[in-house]
């Protein structure tokens, strides 16, 4: 292969793999968040992933409410306001049903409500999944904007060799980071960030200085929630959707999680970009049906050598 060719696919390989995974890392931040502070395995976020998409698709075409705002726009506002839709259902999904098999009221049971969560929440995915195909039926979507087919072009950095840096996923990266940051300094200085992590490190010594920490874990929900739905609106700018894709990225959001270390939000984030690099870089030797499998091989690797995670701490949270 010709060293310009090869360092051309390495050079496109990389940049469309930190563009990608800003995304996931927002993504994983929203697991994080519920798994980080509630200890909650949350099947269903996959699903709340998919509700963001289409949520973005109806605000920017179905609906038409965001249509003035015109193609180049109208998608990213409408991916954006996709999260606090989603965190409306989160929160009204933890008050009925995860809120029954998890927090304080669980912490005496055997398995602290573990088992429940496991089989509530695949439920909860099963009946978004099938209940997604009925109201959105079959067809595959996607919100459309031509910055998805177009792209800044950056010649001559050697030789030959050019980098394809695709506009609508340039934008959806700013756009993620800008998130997780605002997420970040609103958790590390703000009273009801405060109130999370206590909530998260101790809920039975936040409870006595009075903290609802049913409350916060239901806020904790409905955030990890829109956070994950405002990457999947993010997303539905670039790819194509239907009801079941949330079971292609629940295990990237795990992966994401576990390897950036369970409790720290930036280092789900750094998860979620890892898992993006790795994705994308072994796209040039394997096929898509093995890179999941490279995803895992990394997983491994950096779990054996380093089993908190990369910025994970034994007594560190969110």
């Known amino acids: 292969m010709d060293i310009e060719v090869l360092i051309e696919s390495v050079a496109n390989a990389v940049t469309a793999g930190i563009t990608i995974g800003c995304i996931y890392g927002l993504m994983c931040i929203g697991l994080g968040l519920i798994f ?30 965001l249509a003035f705002l015109g193609p180049y726009i ?8 996709a999260g606090p839709i989603v965190f409306v259902f989160g929160a009204l999904l933890h008050k009925f049903l995860i809120s ?11 398995d602290d409500g573990h088992f429940g969560q496991l089989i509530v929440t695949l439920g909860i995915s099963l009946v978004l999944q099938n209940g997604g195909m009925i109201v959105f039926g079959t067809i595959p979507q996607t919100v459309r904007t031509p910055l998805s087919s177009s792209a800044f072009l950056i010649d001559g950095f050697y030789g030959d060799a050019t980098i394809f840096l ?26 009801i960030g405060k109130a999370l992590r206590a909530a998260a490190d101790n809920p039975t010594a936040a409870t006595y200085m009075g ?32 009801s079941f894709i949330g079971f292609d990225y629940v295990i990237i959001m795990y992966s994401g999680v576990v390897l950036g270390g369970i409790g720290s939000i930036m280092g789900a984030f750094w998860g979620g ?31 054996m050598l380093r089993p908190q995670g990369l910025f994970g701490r034994s007594a560190e949270r969110a």
Do not use: W
């Open 36 to 65: 980080g502070i509630m200890k909650v395995v949350n099947f269903a976020q996959g699903e709340l992933l998919m509700l963001g998409m289409f949520a973005s698709l109806y605000l920017v075409t179905g609906g038409g409410v």
């Open 74 to 81: 109208g998608p990213f506002v409408g991916a954006i306001l």
């Open 100 to 110: 029954r098999v998890s927090g304080l009221r669980t912490a005496g049971s055997i």
């Open 166 to 191: 695709n506009k609508a996923k340039l934008v959806a990266c700013a756009i993620a980071i800008a998130v997780a940051l605002i997420l970040y300094f609103a958790l590390e200085y703000t009273r």
């Open 211 to 242: 903290i609802d920490v049913d409350k916060y874990y239901r806020m904790a929900f409905g955030l990890g929630s829109g956070i994950t739905a405002i990457a999947g609106g993010l997303m539905a700018t670039y790819l194509s959707f239907g």
């Open 273 to 303: 970009m890892t898992v993006g690099m790795v994705q994308q870089i072994s796209a040039l030797v394997l096929p898509p049906q093995l890179q999941n499998a490279a995803i895992f091989i990394v997983f491994l690797l950096i779990v």
